[in-house]
């Protein structure tokens, strides 16, 4: 019995099996040829529901300013700032108290953010998302927040940002946090320099007092020695000092409540020079060469004392220059160079690499289906597969004679192959010149640049 097969390859007598037809490309096209469903099935469906999952992926759109940390505007030769921490450090402490709980919670309530989302979501999930969209970056990758002096890092400026499906509403937010991050490094900076100047305050007034309690008992010694109670102040008697000093009490406790640190500080000089008043004739009657070494020890530690409140005093008057700087904002600050605007595009998704990573996707799945089944398929289509299961001796090959019929049909396949190529040339053509530019038009833009 005779039959029919058709080769992929010449049958030239050949009993040994090789693999040389994969590298012919006609062993491809014959593949194509048999097993296109398989690959145009895949390829479509996939790139179908991927093409619409990238295009129905809602864009999320980050708005973003940039302040800049401006250096003292006065020169520090004349007035020193009180604030000395360095920049990076407080804008890491400002960008921890800006992201707390409490204010991401805030700022998410009264912009209505993630309407969608908040009814599935916790609080913590909520919080862990605001998170996420808000970026508070250096602008120059070299810059680093854990730099501490200020000469390896002169110039710092940040980005503040939020991502958001909205555009406009990602602007809000991004100047909502602008406003928050400037007015906490305002407060931070006024407060330290309020809380120096306290200090100080609360030192020269300790100071103070402990002078006025070494004046009246000098002048008690002085007196139980025969001598004129002349104190460091320049007053005669240490009465007068103490009567200076219940009328200023008098008139601060009209002002100011007994919790007064002011208050306070006064009543505590006037008990200590009321107990050294009360106690002279312990020092008259006693030994006059002690008395005196004990005024002189007294004089020495006034003088010790009076340095002392000196220094301090300077100390606090360069505070209080230094907090009329920070709230003057006339120190260190930061200043918004770039206000958020609302963006044009979104960050992400980025569709056309999606949509090329889903065409390539859509590709690899039909071609590797179509391979599978190629390898699977055990038909015997090479004279090499017919060889291994059929002796090549009962095999003959003879050669295939066209008819006229099949002739005539390959010469108007040709002829009509000729005439579609013709006309789809001539549309192209045509195309072209009723609905392109003048060339000489497209020439000047790409010169330009404008099609980029």
Avoid: C
């Avoid at 790139?47 to 992926?57: E, K, N, P, Y």
């Avoid at 070299?142 to 390896?152: A, N």
């Avoid at 002002?255 to 009321?274: F, G, T």
């Amino acid at each position: 019995m005779l039959q029919k097969i058709d080769f992929e390859d010449n049958f030239d007598g050949q009993v040994e099996q090789d693999r040389s037809h994969l590298l012919q490309p006609s062993y491809y096209l014959d593949i194509i040829k048999r097993r296109w469903p398989f690959f145009v099935v895949p390829f479509i469906l996939i790139a179908l529901v991927g093409t619409g999952a990238v295009l129905i992926w809602p864009p999320t759109y980050l708005s973003e300013g940039k302040i800049l940390v401006q250096s003292q505007q006065i020169p520090t030769e004349l007035v020193r700032p009180t604030v000395t921490s360095a920049a990076q450090e407080r804008i890491q402490v400002i960008q921890q108290r800006t992201m707390t709980r409490d204010n991401l919670i805030a700022i998410a309530d009264k912009f209505q953010l993630f309407p969608e989302k908040r009814t599935l979501m916790s609080v913590t999930e909520l919080v862990e998302l605001m998170k996420k969209s808000t970026k508070i970056t250096p602008v120059d990758p070299i810059l680093d927040f854990k730099q501490r002096t200020r000469t390896e890092n002169p110039t710092i400026v940040f980005s503040v940002g939020f991502e958001y499906g909205d555009p406009a509403v990602a602007a809000r937010v991004a100047n909502e946090l602008m406003t928050r991050i400037l007015n906490e490094d305002l407060r931070d900076r006024t407060s330290r320099a309020t809380d120096t100047s306290r200090f100080l305050s609360r030192e020269v007034q300790r100071l103070q007092t402990e002078n006025a309690a070494l004046d009246a008992k000098i002048a008690q010694l002085r007196i139980a020695q025969g001598k004129p109670a002349t104190t460091t102040s320049g007053q005669d008697q240490p009465t007068s000092t103490l009567a200076q000093l219940k009328a200023e009490l008098i008139q601060k406790s009209a002002l100011y409540s007994d919790k007064h640190p002011m208050i306070q500080s006064l009543k505590r000089q006037i008990q200590a020079m009321e107990s050294v008043a009360q106690g002279p004739a312990q020092t008259t009657n006693g030994n006059d060469a002690a008395a005196a070494a004990s005024l002189d020890a007294l004089v020495a530690q006034q003088e010790s004392l009076q340095k002392n409140l000196e220094t301090a005093t300077a100390k606090l008057m360069a505070a209080r220059l230094g907090e009329n700087l920070e709230k003057d904002q006339q120190s260190e600050k930061l200043e918004v160079i770039e206000q958020p605007t609302a963006p044009q595009e979104p960050i992400k998704p980025h569709r056309p690499k999606l949509l090329a990573l889903t065409l390539a996707l859509a590709f690899a799945a039909g071609a590797g289906l179509t391979f599978v089944l190629e390898l699977t398929d055990k038909a015997i289509r090479r004279s090499s597969d017919l060889f291994a299961i059929v002796d090549n001796r009962l095999i003959v090959p003879v050669p295939y004679i066209a008819t006229k019929a099949e002739l005539r049909r390959q010469k108007r396949r040709r002829i009509a192959a000729v005439v579609i190529v013709v006309l789809l040339v001539a549309a192209l053509l045509g195309g072209a010149y009723f609905f392109m530019p003048p060339l000489d038009l497209m020439l000047a833009k790409a010169r330009a640049g404008l099609f980029r």
